[in-house]
């Protein structure tokens, strides 16, 4: 069984080899570990890093604008974003709305050229997506991370945001429609490419608590996320939702709304919360803490956090994956510890 069909019999419960895993370097880690090191680690382990080669030459990342350090960027909304760090996206400085005099004239992105970040080549995607297909790779898409709600709090600022849902401003309704039709027109090109797999990224939740109201979220975000939903389930694809933070509140909507996958944090939502809660219903892409245990654990503790994750919320049937992100601060013992496993407990159920 290849990765491919692996990763969909997990989403759609039907009896995957494994466990999926999924492991992200982030770019900032090759200016922070030692690379030979890093890269040794990444060979010794093909499960999570397929066909992945040593290099002897220096790995030198090209960022991505908006995640070079000191230098301002423009996204395609005319929100002015800026980091402290190589590698890491930073946050909004300049917002393209935060008066409501700039709405009348104010001419949103044009989903034929943009994604949100910048321009947009449909032509490479289009490529890329048949060549997955041809490869027996899983194809791919998703919208730009933050897309509906963080992108308002983008345009707008997040507390004029919240301002706007509780005086139910009548801008507020024509903005996010701006934001529905770019979205909206994202999702129908990827369909057309014939992805298999969509994703719709957005952070909702805090450390404590989601960033808005329940109740604004269904009268303002909800109906958006149907509607973005509706055309990638029309077409068969999977839907891969993630959501960093105390999302246990919205869960609920999301699995109305349509989602197979959620990628939720562990620790933040806890674990028993999402065995109770969401074990069976949804498929759990469970996102392995990055705040505590894999940080400042012992490498013992880091192997006990996952097993008994995969214990308490994985099947024989599915409706399990695990993934981690890798940044900056963690120590290349306890990064050792989290590959090792994430590929021993995979196979828990094989």
């Known amino acids: 069984m290849n990765d491919r ?28 570990h030692p690379q030979d090191a890093l890269q040794e680690l990444m060979a010794r382990h093909p499960l999570l890093f397929p066909g992945f080669e040593k290099s002897n030459e220096p790995i030198r990342q090209k960022y991505a604008p908006w995640r070079r350090a000191g230098t301002p960027y423009t996204d395609s ?39 949100g970040w910048g321009p947009v080549d449909w032509d490479d995607i289009r490529k890329r997506v048949s060549k997955a297909r041809e490869q027996g790779r899983l194809a791919e898409g998703g919208l730009r991370h933050g897309h509906t709600f963080l992108t308002l709090t983008y345009l707008r600022g997040y507390e004029n945001l919240l301002f706007d849902m509780v005086d139910e401003i009548p801008e507020l309704d024509k903005l996010i429609a701006m934001v529905q039709d770019f979205n909206l027109g994202q999702v129908r090109r990827y369909t057309e490419a014939g992805v298999e797999w969509m994703g719709y990224p957005e952070d909702l939740g805090m450390q404590r ?27 068969g694809c999977v839907i891969h939702m993630h959501s960093d933070g105390d999302i246990r509140e919205l869960c609920d909507d999301l699995i109305e709304i349509g989602v197979h996958v959620i990628n939720l944090q562990d620790l933040v939502n806890g674990i028993g919360w999402i065995r109770a809660n969401l ?51 963690v120590p290349l013992a306890n990064v050792q510890a989290v590959m090792d496993a994430m590929e021993k407990y995979s196979q828990h159920f094989s």
């Open 279 to 329: 074990k069976g219903q949804v498929c759990i892409d469970l996102d392995i803490d990055r705040q505590s245990v894999t940080r400042f654990g012992t490498p013992g503790e880091i192997h006990e956090h996952i097993r008994r994750a995969v214990e308490q919320l994985g099947d024989r049937e599915g409706g399990l994956m695990l993934r981690y992100g890798l940044y900056p601060g």
């Open 77 to 115: 909304w005319g929100c002015v974003w800026k980091t402290a760090k190589d590698g890491i996206t930073g946050a909004v400085i300049r917002h393209a709305l935060a008066d409501w005099s700039a709405l009348a004239s104010y001419v949103p992105p044009s989903p034929d050229e943009q994604d």
């Open 209 to 235: 608590g989601p960033m808005l109201k329940p109740e604004q979220f269904r009268r303002y975000i909800k109906p958006t996320y149907q509607a973005l939903v509706a055309p990638a389930r029309e077409a």
């Open 5 to 32: 069909e692996n990763r969909l019999r997990a989403a759609r419960f039907g009896g995957p080899q494994r466990i999926p895993v999924s492991f992200h370097v982030s770019a900032a880690c090759w200016d922070h």
